[in-house]
């Protein structure tokens, strides 16, 4: 069974730190370029950060870019998301999503995790 399983939300106040965490199973997670995403209150889901299988390549989005970092651990099955000096527009579910393209796209999601940002 594929799962991709999201953990460290929660409450911080601006200027803090999160780290959130990803863990897959059931599929070859090293075959797969990584992603997180977030959805805002009202607003639509939108690419934070990117890494590729070896972790070698990261990119960001220009909104997090100095301020997140993302990285994976293969042998853990397991990728993270640090986030520092967070502001309250950063409030959001945030997204693992792994994807892998073999001739057609195939996509994993996680349920997403709560991160607000607040004083």
């Known amino acids: 069974q594929v799962q991709l399983v999201e953990s460290g939300g929660g409450l911080v106040q601006p200027g803090g730190s999160l780290r959130l965490s990803c863990a897959a199973s059931?599929?070859?997670?090293?075959?797969?370029?990584m992603r997180w995403y977030r959805q805002p209150p009202g607003k639509e889901r939108e690419l934070v950060a990117v890494?590729?299988?070896?972790?070698?390549?990261?990119t960001y989005a220009d909104l997090v870019k100095g301020r997140f970092t993302i990285s994976r651990d293969n042998a853990k099955n397991t990728g993270y998301l640090q986030m520092t000096s967070l502001k309250p527009e950063d409030t959001a579910v945030y997204y693992c999503?792994?994807?892998?393209?073999?001739?057609?796209?195939?996509?994993?999601w996680g349920q997403g995790t709560q991160v607000t940002v607040s004083s």
């Open positions: 999503n792994a994807v892998q393209y073999t001739g057609r796209f195939v996509n994993y």
């Open positions: 890494i590729g299988r070896d972790g070698g390549s990261t």
């Open positions: 059931g599929f070859t997670f090293s075959s797969y370029t």
